[in-house]
């Protein structure tokens, strides 16, 4: 039986504290080093980040929230789901990159939004407040052992579905 | 089939605001963009010390780290007394700023501005869109991710990383290209120009088949700015300041970068966060100016690349020899920067300066100094004071999008003037208004505080100020 390819992307700003809890997560996950997990850490989705994920079977999307349920949010991101709206913005938005990697480059695999809570977000810095920090953990002690047994689909004890 | 999509994440890029204000007979009086400047950066490296600078500046903004990658280090390179690099230092920091070049633009042109040049500005949303583009016109979409990926690879390749790169140090670069790397690049190159001249010839087509509607579109007369070669040549990476007037005469010449101040001040305005720079000889009334793909073609006495050379004079035909004053034609002359990237890239790739290893340059040590870059927004300017214990103790930052200010202004206005009908905002109005906006390429992220949930919103005012409408764009439907 071949591994089960996972990709997380974490992405935000570091700079801008809150917003680097995507990052902080995906330096996490590449940092256990998990046989099949690959990493990619960006300030925002983009584009090009469709090529990668259509070389995977599962996909995490981590990001910050700024509002929502704490610690953070999990869910699946339907099938056919498609996002487009957009003025002028660089980033294109969870739905949007799965839409773009089925239709362009060939797959579309199952993805999930990981969404942790911050609080800060309006100066530049590169600490979590408290309340993030505690959301980070939170998220690495759910993450990390789904990713290590290859299982994201399956709900886990304790975590906040939308 | 009607999905409705909300993501629970909701940080965006940024936002903008159009306050458009009614004279007593309800015509458009102005209109005034709002772009909500993000604060605090220069508290936020005040006293770290210099040679951190090229990696820290690039948390100000996700979406063009390297331009200020690159503009930071230039100006670090002053203050080690190292601003001659070795010749493999300076082609490895071009390679990487072409590679970003070919990047932005091409990710703008495929997937920010194609629908509406397909499409046409009244164009329902739901197709308006990449998505509506991908429908008609597959490999468009394709193409855009694969250039918008190799770009990011020449980034990758140069700067250590496609993020937070740590390639430019002061006075030089911490690393060269590996044979491995440059191979890799070259196997792709001749495909990338070839996508790069078939964008080229659509924005192009699109400009002349649409000329009429070009002319009625935002267009207006101003001043350009932009850095220039010694010999006039267009060069994104270095060189001296050149301005020109509406009807091309040359205001100032291969102006020391250095000393930007003597020619540019920046005025504020009670109504925006962010500044509106200006030629001083000519004041704030007449001297705001534009920079950017249009304004360096404009200013440009040739480029140094046959494909691009050859698109200019086409570019150049059309506007009789006097600077090209539309909006629209921003487009078109993105896709000659794009090309003109690319070839740039395709020429480095076979110099085997890439594979020296004289890295790192230094002389005397400065306090101060000035880095200036053609980002692919616009000219961009950083300015840093660095204290005797390392530490800087203040920055100044001019981005391409501040710039821009008053020109996007003026767009807005004249589209305004143009579009609205009555005392109400209509969609097609609000479509308008984004296109012309759009066409310059604001980066929101680099002048802005990042969280805006409402992306576009258009508010109306009569001339005693009260709010007549509001109108909004943003969600995540479809
Ligand atoms: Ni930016």
């Known amino acids: 039986m071949t591994t089960t390819r996972i990709l997380v992307i974490g992405f935000g700003n570091p700079g801008r504290l809150d917003d680097g809890l995507g990052p902080r997560l995906a330096e996490a996950v590449a940092a256990a080093a998990l046989p099949g997990v690959s990493v990619i850490v960006d300030y925002s989705l983009q584009v090009e980040h469709a090529a990668a994920v259509a070389e995977h079977d599962l996909v995490v999307l981590a990001d910050a929230a700024v509002a929502g349920a704490a610690p953070f949010t999990w869910h699946e991101l339907p099938p056919d789901a498609v996002d487009a709206a957009a003025f002028s913005t660089h980033v294109v938005s969870p739905a949007g990159l799965m839409a773009l990697a089925g239709e362009h480059l060939g797959a579309r695999p199952r993805a ?7 609080y800060e977000f309006d100066e530049f810095g590169e600490r979590l407040s408290p309340g993030a920090a505690d959301n980070l953990a939170a998220a690495l002690a759910f993450l990390l052992p789904a990713l290590a047994a290859g299982r994201l689909a399956e709900p886990a004890d304790g975590v906040v579905r939308t | 089939m009607t999905r409705l999509v909300i993501e629970p994440v909701t940080r965006v890029e940024g936002h903008g605001k159009v306050s458009i204000l009614l004279d007593e007979r309800n015509r458009v009086q102005q209109a005034r963009l709002h772009i909500v400047e993000f604060r605090g950066f220069e508290r936020f490296i005040q006293g770290r010390p210099f040679w951190e600078m090229p990696v820290v500046v690039q948390r100000l903004c996700g979406i063009c ?29 071009r390679l990487m700023h072409y590679g970003q070049m070919f990047q932005s633009h091409s990710l703008h042109f495929f997937h920010l501005a ?29 193409q855009g991710i694969l250039m918008r990926k190799y770009g990011q690879e020449v980034i990758q390749a140069t700067a250590g990383r496609k993020i937070h790169g740590t390639g430019a140090i002061p006075g030089g670069v911490n690393k060269n290209l590996s044979i ?38 935002g267009d207006f007369d101003s001043n350009y700015l932009g850095l220039v070669r010694a010999d006039g040549a267009l060069d994104l990476y270095d060189g001296g ?39 001083k000889a000519l004041g704030p009334a007449n001297g705001w100016y534009r920079v950017g793909p249009l304004a360096r073609l404009n200013i440009c006495s040739s480029i ?8 200019r004079a086409e570019f150049v035909r059309i506007s009789g020899g006097k600077p090209n004053n539309l909006t629209l034609a921003y487009h078109w002359a993105r896709m000659i920067e794009t090309v003109h990237a690319i070839e740039k890239v395709r020429l480095l790739l076979h110099d085997a300066d890439l594979q020296g290893t004289d890295l790192v340059t230094s002389g005397e040590r400065r306090e101060e100094a000035v880095g200036i870059i053609e980002a692919p927004r616009g000219t961009l300017i950083h300015h840093y004071k660095v204290d005797r214990d390392d530490r800087v103790t203040m920055c100044n930052l001019i981005v391409s999008t501040t710039n821009n200010n008053e020109a996007m202004n003026r767009a807005v206005t004249s589209v305004a003037r143009k579009y609205l009908s009555g005392v109400e905002i209509t969609e097609g109005l609000l479509n308008h208004v984004e296109v012309a906006i759009r066409a310059y390429d604001p980066c929101l992220s680099c002048a802005t505080h990042a969280l805006g949930q409402m992306p576009l919103q258009i508010e109306l005012f009569d001339a005693a100020g009260r709010l007549l409408h509001r109108m909004a764009k943003g969600m995540a439907a479809r």
């Open chain 1, 112 to 118: 999930f939004v990981l969404a942790m809570r911050g």
């Open chain 2, 65 to 93: 780290p390297v331009s200020h990658h690159l503009a930071a280090a230039k100006a670090m390179d002053r203050i080690v007394g190292g601003e001659r690099l070795t010749p493999t230092a300076e082609k490895m920091r």
């Open chain 2, 114 to 142: 194609s629908p509406d040049l397909l499409f046409g500005f009244g164009a329902d949303v739901g197709k308006r869109n990449v998505l509506g583009v991908a429908a008609l016109h597959p490999e468009l979409v394709r």
């Open chain 2, 180 to 217: 491995a790397e440059r191979d890799e690049l070259l196997a792709d190159v001749e495909q990338m120009v070839t996508w790069a001249q078939s964008a080229l010839q659509l924005a192009k087509d699109y400009t002349l088949t649409n000329l009429e509607l070009a002319q009625g579109f």
């Open chain 2, 241 to 279: 300041i050149r301005a020109k007037d509406k009807a091309g005469v040359v205001l100032f010449d291969h102006l020391d970068n250095q000393r930007y101040r003597d020619v540019i001040a920046e005025e504020v305005r009670s109504w925006s966060y962010m500044k509106f720079p200006f030629l």
């Open chain 2, 304 to 311: 140094d690349t046959p494909l691009a050379e050859a698109a």
